[in-house]
């Protein structure tokens, strides 16, 4: 772990030097109104789409504004059937340099810093799940489509500022839909066993 | 439907990945299932060796019994969920039996004790902290001075030498102790060759093994090896095969597998012994020809009561083979000559010369003090000589007989500890608990024989908290302080057993000690060092032992395939699993002979008392005709007044007629007759069998070694002892149904279905090589999240065994012997599957590879599928087994790749589906194809024989393919027209063909 967690420190420092070219020309940032990151303050989150996190984790600021890979946090999802939800000490890898930026940002992340010192992981809402009588490989999935696969079923998460669904992952057409059009297995025991 | 039923209830797949995540989750659930709210609880720190969904394997060894198999735990997301066999262990090779497989519900166990105990004044336990309870043993053993006794029941090992090492700073006495010790073996050895160590048995090159009462197969000795061995001699190999007689009263399963059975009465046996010695010396010309010369075939015919040319032809064969092997010294044959017959054996491998072929001192184990010396130590405790008892890893109040009084002398005992993780009868019985970690969750180690130095770790966060006791030791030991605390002076048991181990580590200690956790331990070639017999040896004269009592049966207590020497009893697994000979579960049982059972007027099931000068028992009646009619047998290993939910009040236990007397340093088992009265009482023998007779279906078919060397078919052999042609189906109907099948054929290579890269998964069996041992059972249902369904339910005949083992009889009528024939059967994923039709929500089905699908979402619970199945290999959830099966923490065992079923939802085998979709989708990660072998279901894993193979039937290099092309393979059931995938290849039995009545057709 102790790898991951100097290549984050690594990152921290260079994502904050492009943060810092970011803020330079602030103004002309391409990004859609909508999304907007420092538009946006926990208290809106109620507002948004999706449930509400204990911490407002901004997925449209780490893989859209900093453009980090999916697989970057998720990094089991290409080598195991679970995509694993990233461990706090890889939260802490960046965010042990990365206080946030502004007001908003520095007060989550300072609930994540309190969680960290407090030993007590941070309780997500979970929001994507196939039934108990499924499985579902994430690794076959990266395998076939490649590492951008992960938005043939999440959305574009690099614009979501909280996280919602956009397929109804639960829903067993969804995933035949995709089997017929790409011609691949539809047996019954490739996933229901 | 499936879904729904679970939906208030916390969702176990989610639970289960959120406990991926973490190790400690919360789940909630709301609705209907696309609502769900659940939790995701990340780690805090992930560890670097655990990735979520892959499973992480630890070698460890296991602790059920004294043999000390090298296994590995397959864990996932930090909880054990399987345990097979250490591929790399010499002593197992990778395989591991029903019992070892169990150890998992020990770790899992819903009564385990959580916290240290101290008994109050009112009886009951109160919880303590480990401080207090510490401080409370430091005391104790500093006022006992050096009245401080221990009984260890672990091996040896560091943990032995350290709590051995600490009673003795005390100057007290270790006592080291297991039940079923082969005290008397190690006894006959001292007296033989002058040495009491055990020597390890070859049983893979004996040509003819004779076993005196010995259970090989099933609980004595290294019973992994020896049935390896065993496949591996007395299977069918290349036209020949090794031949095996037992020889004792009762015929359990290692005598099911002899191609003979000589019944001769317990303590009898010995004779027979110095026959085959005399016939051997004196084929061998042998110096002890002389001394054997007056054990004539007359004479031994006339003190055994067999018929003297059936002697002489055994003898015949036994001194005509070379190697041979005999062995004896299992309980079934521990009556008070039991030394004698040792004694006998050991001249008679002398004679044939298999010492350094098939008898191999030098290579097995050391023996432990055993019962005399802990019967010593009860006297001691009886006189008041004890002030401080340790029991560890032992249950004397329970596994030694009432009679002795045991319970009494212990209660004089001032202060008893036990280390017990579960409350049993000595637990019960002690002033303080102090729980041991399980095997899975400590530093331990075990040497259970010269060069095999096994290793255990901990594998996961302790499932109750608990201590090892070799910290405990340490921690009160710096509590004695003075010489205790510096010569135990160790920060924690694992640095000492790292100190212990660096004696012998080649090398850098740290990747020493890497490499060998990782492979289990080090093993390393012993040299083997055989002894000479000692003069006179020879010149034995067996007495005939005696009995307690006069009546009219001798008791024959057996050790219980799945419950050993009691300890499996809290294990559901084990519960549930079949008795291979009697297919009884969750109860004890009574066997009489069914001519013994009609002249006493009883039948199955009738409550019998059994009454020896010790104490009488009662218990039902099972009609078994493979035991003389002068002997009742009963397995051991029930009946435990303690001991959690599962064993408590379950059963009699058998020890309870025994006598304790010892006399000899051993507990004589067979020594005891007993009387029978019939009572009015009536109980339903809770088996799981249907008709125990084939009926001429064919279903095992076997063949002789003749025929079978001859390359013939089991029909072909069938006709040539002149069976009458048999045509499975007439000329016509066969043109017929082969069209109907080509026609189904064309019909599958609609759409999408199978091409011919697909591949088509299939199995083949060889029931030479299966022993009946049952460990596939016990696998399938680690693997596959299969109930426990109990007693209550299996008398309505609802297990859910998606693998069982057939026991079919033949013969034991009109003179004929009695036969055992054993076959696994598991769902045969038939071609032309009849369940597959008549679903009417298609969730019966066959997929492109061959399988026959179940689909449990869709199943409705009809059950048409099962009315339809000619091979009964489907179960259906008539309750929620769901929530009732596995109460907490047995649940963390279930095995996430695998759905657990809801009520009303038909299973079965799915060939390990789970298993060949994690090998593809591994192959497919890799970008390579699937290698022949990269898949092993959990059945054929476990098979301590190997008798099971599976592989893609497509590919003409598999295995699979090799071994149904074999002219011994044919498959169940043929004329039903449903070709399934799994190829039986017939067992060959040494004996000479008999000649066929015209009207029977299922003994070919």
């Known amino acids: ?193 | 439907m499936a879904d729904q039923q679970a939906a208030d209830d916390v969702d176990r797949r989610q639970f289960l990945k959120v406990l991926g995540v973490t190790g400690v989750g919360t789940a909630a659930l709301t609705g209907c299932s696309t609502d769900r709210v659940a939790k995701l609880v990340p780690y805090m720190v992930q560890d670097e060796n655990q990735v979520p969904g892959i499973p992480t394997v630890y070698a460890s060894t296991c602790t059920e019994c004294a043999t000390g198999c090298g296994v590995h735990v397959i864990t996932r997301e930090g909880r054990a969920i399987k345990l097979e066999g250490n591929p790399e262990h010499p002593v197992n090779a990778g395989t591991l039996c029903s019992r070892g497989q169990a150890g998992l519900q020990a770790l899992y166990n819903p009564d385990r004790i959580g916290a240290p105990l101290a008994k109050n004044a009112a009886g009951g336990f109160d919880e303590i902290t480990w401080e207090d309870a510490i401080a409370r043993l430091a005391a104790r053993l500093g006022q006992a001075g050096n009245r401080v006794a221990a009984i260890n029941g672990y091996g040896p090992s560091t943990f032995s030498q350290l709590l051995e090492g600490m009673v003795g700073q005390l100057g007290g006495t270790t006592v080291s102790w297991q039940p079923f010790a082969r005290e008397a073996e190690s006894r006959a050895n001292q007296r033989t060759f002058g040495r009491d160590d055990l020597p390890a048995y070859d049983f893979g090159v004996a040509r003819y093994i004779v076993s005196f009462g010995a259970d090989f197969l099933e609980t004595w000795g290294p019973t992994m090896e020896q049935s390896r061995g065993f496949a591996a001699s007395h299977g069918f190999n290349d036209g020949t095969m090794a031949r095996h007689v037992y020889v004792g009263p009762r015929m359990n399963l290692t005598g099911a597998n002899a191609d003979e059975w000589l019944d001769v009465a317990a303590g009898s046996e010995v004779f027979v012994a110095l026959l085959l010695a005399r016939a051997a010396a004196e084929a061998k010309g042998s110096p002890l020809a002389g001394d054997l010369a007056r054990w004539t075939a007359a004479e031994v015919s006339a003190r055994t009561g067999i018929d003297a040319a059936r002697l002489t032809r055994i003898a015949n064969e036994f001194a005509a083979a070379t190697p041979s092997l005999a062995v004896a010294g299992g309980i079934a044959a521990q009556h008070r000559g039991a030394i004698d017959l040792c004694h006998a054996v050991n001249l008679a491998n002398v004679a044939a010369g298999n010492l350094g072929q098939t008898v191999n001192f030098g290579l097995g184990s050391t023996p432990t003090a055993g019962y005399g010396a802990v019967q010593g130590l009860f006297a001691r405790m009886e006189r008041g000589e004890v002030a401080v008892a340790i029991v560890h890893e032992a249950n004397p109040l329970y596994a030694m007989p009432k009679s002795g009084n045991f319970q009494a002398s212990f209660a004089k005992v001032g202060f008893k500890v036990s280390t017990a993780n579960v409350m049993d009868e000595t637990a019960a019985a002690s002033d303080l608990i102090l729980p041991n970690l399980h095997a899975l969750e400590r530093w331990d180690d075990s040497f259970s024989r010269p060069g095999v130095r096994s290793l255990m770790q901990p594998v996961m966060t302790p499932v109750r908290p608990g201590m090892h006791t070799g910290d405990v030791l340490l921690k009160v030991a710096q509590a004695l302080g003075g010489s205790a605390a510096a010569n135990f002076a160790e920060p924690s048991f694992e640095a000492r057993l790292q100190a212990a181990w660096t004696v012998g580590a080649t090398g850098d200690f740290p990747t020493f000690w890497r490499t060998s956790l990782a492979r289990g331990g080090v093993f390393l070639p012993a040299v083997s060092s055989n002894p000479t017999l000692v003069d006179g040896a020879a010149a034995l004269d067996p007495a005939a032992p005696a009995f307690d009592g006069d009546a009219e049966f001798t008791f024959l207590p057996y050790p219980s395939l799945m419950y050993h020497d009691g300890r499996g009893a809290n294990k559901p697994w084990l519960l549930e699993n079949p008795d291979p000979m009697t297919k009884i579960t969750w109860q004890s049982w009574a066997e009489l002979h069914p001519e013994t059972a009609r002249r006493l007027d009883v039948r199955e099931g009738e409550i019998i008392e059994l009454t020896s000068p010790h104490g009488a028992i009662r218990a039902q009646v099972y009609l078994f005709h493979g035991i003389r009619e002068d002997t009742i047998g009963m397995p051991l290993g029930l009946g435990h007044t303690e001991y959690g939910r599962y064993a408590k009040d379950r059963g009699v236990n058998a020890l309870d007629l025994l006598g304790a007397a010892d006399g000899q340093g051993y507990l004589p088992y067979v020594a005891t007759k007993v009387s029978v009265t019939k009572t009015p009482g009536y109980r339903k023998v809770a088996k799981t069998e249907g008709n125990p007779r084939q009926l001429g279906r064919g279903i095992i078919e076997q063949m002789p070694l003749v025929y079978a060397a001859q390359g013939m078919t089991p029909e072909q052999a069938y006709k040539a002892a002149g069976g009458e042609t048999h045509e499975i189906n007439p000329p016509r109907e066969r043109e017929a149904i082969d069209g109907w099948y080509e026609a189904q054929k064309e019909g599958w290579k609609l759409g999408n279905y199978a091409d011919d890269a697909t591949p088509k998964w299939a199995m083949a069996v060889d029931l030479s090589r299966c022993t009946g041992c049952s460990a596939c059972v016990t696998a399938c249902y680690a693997e596959n999240n299969i109930p426990t369904v109990g007693e209550e339910q299996i008398f309505k005949g609802r297990e859910m065994s998606w693998m069982r083992i057939e026991r079919y009889w033949e013969g034991g009528e009109d003179g004929a012997p009695i036969e055992a024939r054993f076959a696994p059967i598991m769902c045969q994923h038939c071609d032309n599957a009849p369940c597959e039709p008549v679903c009417p929500v298609y969730a019966a089905y066959h997929t492109p590879d061959g399988l026959n699908g179940q689909v449990y979402n869709r199943c409705v619970g009809t059950r048409y599928c099962s009315n339809n199945c000619p091979f009964k290999v489907r179960y259906y959830n008539w309750l929620k087994y769901n929530e009732s099966a596995w109460p907490e923490p047995l649940n963390l065992q279930l095995n996430p790749e695998v759905t657990v079923r809801a009520r009303g939802v038909m299973e079965k085998c799915t060939f390990c589906v789970q298993r060949i979709r994690g090998a593809q989708h591994k192959a497919r990660l890799e970008d390579r194809p699937l290698k022949d072998g990269e898949i092993v279901p959990a059945c054929a894993q476990a098979c301590p024989s190997k008798a099971m193979t599976f592989g893609n039937i497509k590919d003409p290099e598999a295995k699979v393919v090799q071994w149904s092309r074999d002219p011994r393979g044919y498959t169940m059931l043929e004329l039903t027209n449903v070709r399934p995938a799994v190829t039986y290849l017939a067992k060959v039995v040494a004996q000479e063909p008999v000649v066929h009545a015209a009207d029977e057709h299922g003994g070919h």
């Open chain 1, 1 to 193: 772990m102790h790898k991951r967690f100097l290549i984050g420190l690594g990152m921290v420092t260079s994502v904050a030097l492009g943060a810092l070219a970011l803020t330079s020309r602030d103004t002309d940032a391409q990004q859609p109104a909508a999304t907007l990151p420092a538009a946006l303050t926990a208290a809106d989150s109620a507002a948004l789409k999706g449930p509400k996190q204990p911490i407002f984790f901004r997925h449209d600021i780490h893989a859209g504004q900093l453009k980090m890979e999916c697989q970057y946090c998720h990094y089991t999802a290409a080598v195991s059937t679970e995509p694993g939800i990233p461990s706090m000490q890889t939260c802490m890898g960046c965010h042990l340099a990365v206080a946030g930026k502004d007001s908003t940002n520095r007060a989550e992340i300072q609930k994540l810093r309190t969680a960290w010192n407090e030993g007590t992981p941070v309780e997500w809402v979970r929001i994507h799940s196939v039934a108990r009588h499924v499985r579902f490989p994430h690794s076959q999935h990266i395998k076939a489509l490649g590492p951008n696969a992960c938005a043939s079923c999440h959305g574009n998460v690099a614009r979501m500022s909280q996280v919602y669904q956009v397929q109804n992952v639960n829903n067993m057409g969804f995933c035949i839909n995709c089997h017929i059009e790409r011609n691949v297995t539809r047996d019954c025991t490739a996933c229901h066993y």
